[in-house]
């Protein structure tokens, strides 16, 4: 069976998905062995063939609900750009007997937020599960829930309005979600990856201490000075800092 | 009332508008359970008359042609299958669901309805859902609830914050503390349990759910969820829905 990594990268103004995505590229090679395609719009960066040694680039204009057809593997790793994978605590998601598993719960590392608005959306507060970590395996169950993901996009002002989102944003998050509950027969019932999803918000400072350290200094709820430090993986929500950090070991 | 059938399923119903509502809900077990048992319980049917309000309820355990019992409040739904029920209940006398649901199938958490029983230390039952087997105990029980809602304002000066009138989720939890629960519930999260849609245990806007979430018959979904058991809709008006 083979396996891969797919991120999706798009470069902005501030920041560089890309170099971001290509660091990534070679933390998933390090810890899971399995090699990563990126797949971005920018023209200049995937007419180049610096990612030769990690996977090949894809050039077009797609989105995280393309992961399924464009996935050469049978086991698929679609991780966002700003994951950091630190550990090889993924490798046990690679090797499990499902089709496909996402985080349902996200919880700030610093403990300062309790992150009850993030893990729901809308005014009902549907469970939320997070497209940050997606692991798929070819099969008509992962592919109906990508196809249902584009049903949901293409169609997202319906599916708005009908789970009262407050803001008119799309977001995979919240199109994974629904899509899920479609497929799983409208259940809530769906397997997920075993722990939560460690997150660190903008507002702490992320620094990279060694290469499979960081700590994040943060101030507490009672206004006093406090860090932790992280030899996980985690998501960091303050892409700035990861970007920072990026640059720094390029 | 004469045993006509091992099991079935008791829906009491005083007054017109839960004769409507049982009706529906004899009618949605009915769709899963073709072949069940259900008996209405309507006012003319009281073995002891109607004593008006909740004060009827312990007539109950006399008014069952059943050996085994499964009494339900009227203004339910039933969503998916419940005849597993029997198999999880027969090997007791008496048992009184415990806790409720939201709309998405996780527990409530919310206990804005249940300050009474937080401050008195009550058992979290709710009698929507209460087995009953014909045996020693379930005559106890039932007379014990006959007592209170006839003590009632002698077990008011016990409680704190009482209700002026006895609500039956509360004389029921009474006499579970006076015969002790575990003999007359399950532990929690073991045994059938509403999915209740009042306001605060769900979170809606409103206290209206019938207005602000969209809902499906056939399968029952609420807001595009699969509703499982037995779900207690609280607005009567949506009977007729």
């Known amino acids: ?250 | 009332m004469p045993v006509t059938a091992e099991r079935g399923y008791l829906i009491p119903a005083i007054g017109n508008v839960y004769v409507e509502c049982a009706q529906k809900l004899s009618d949605s077990i009915h769709k899963w359970h073709p072949n069940a048992n259900i008996t209405i319980l309507t006012k003319e049917m009281l073995p002891y008359g109607d004593l008006g309000g909740y004060v009827n309820d312990w007539q109950v355990f006399a008014a069952s042609p059943y050996r085994q019992t499964i009494k339900l409040e009227a203004d339910m739904i039933c969503a998916s299958p419940i005849d597993h029920w029997w198999t999880l209940l027969e090997k007791r006398d008496v048992v009184i669901s415990q806790g409720a649901r939201d709309f998405y199938d996780q527990p409530a958490a919310a206990r804005y309805y249940r300050k009474i029983f937080d401050e008195n230390n009550l058992p979290d039952v709710y009698n929507a859902i209460t087995y009953w087997r014909l045996s020693r105990t379930a005559k106890e029980f039932f007379n014990l609830v006959q007592s209170i809602f006839e003590q009632w304002d002698s077990y008011k000066k016990i409680l704190k914050f009482p209700d002026e009138l006895p609500t039956t989720d509360v004389v029921y939890a009474i006499a579970a503390v006076i015969m002790d629960p575990d003999q007359v519930t399950l532990p929690k999260g073991l045994g059938p349990t509403i999915v209740h849609m009042k306001r605060y245990i769900n979170p809606i806007q409103t206290s209206n759910w019938t207005k602000e979430l969209v809902w499906e018959n056939n399968p029952f979904r609420i807001n595009t969820v699969a509703q499982f058991g037995l779900v207690h809709y609280h607005v009567k008006e949506w009977v007729n829905e």
């Open chain 1, 1 to 250: 069976m083979t396996t891969g990594a797919l991120i999706f990268a798009r470069n902005n103004e501030e920041i560089d998905y890309v170099a971001m995505a290509r660091w990534s590229a070679s933390n998933i090679k390090r810890h899971l062995g399995i090699p990563t395609h990126i797949v971005t719009d920018d023209a200049e960066t995937t007419n180049t063939r610096y990612f030769s040694d990690i996977g090949n680039v894809i050039w077009h204009n797609l989105n995280r609900m393309d992961a399924y057809q464009l996935s050469p593997w049978d086991r698929t790793l679609v991780l966002d750009a700003d994951y950091v994978v630190a550990s090889n605590q993924l490798q046990s998601v690679l090797e499990v007997d499902q089709d496909f598993l996402a985080h349902r719960w996200a919880y700030d590392v610093t403990g300062n937020n309790n992150f009850e608005g993030l893990n729901y959306f809308g005014n009902n507060c549907m469970p939320m599960w997070w497209a940050t970590v997606m692991m798929f395996r070819k099969s008509n169950h992962a592919r109906l829930i990508f196809e249902s993901m584009r049903m949901i996009k293409d169609n997202w002002t319906h599916y708005r309005n009908l789970y009262k989102n407050t803001t008119a944003t799309y977001r995979n998050d919240h199109a994974l979600s629904i899509a899920l509950g479609i497929v799983n027969g409208h259940t809530l019932d769906h397997a997920g990856i075993p722990w939560k999803l460690a997150s660190l918000t903008p507002e702490h400072k992320l620094t990279q201490t060694s290469q499979d350290c960081y700590r994040v200094n943060f101030i507490n709820t009672e206004n006093k000075p406090r860090w932790v430090e992280l030899q996980q993986d985690f998501h960091a929500m303050g892409k700035q800092q990861l970007g920072e950090i990026v640059a720094s070991n390029s």
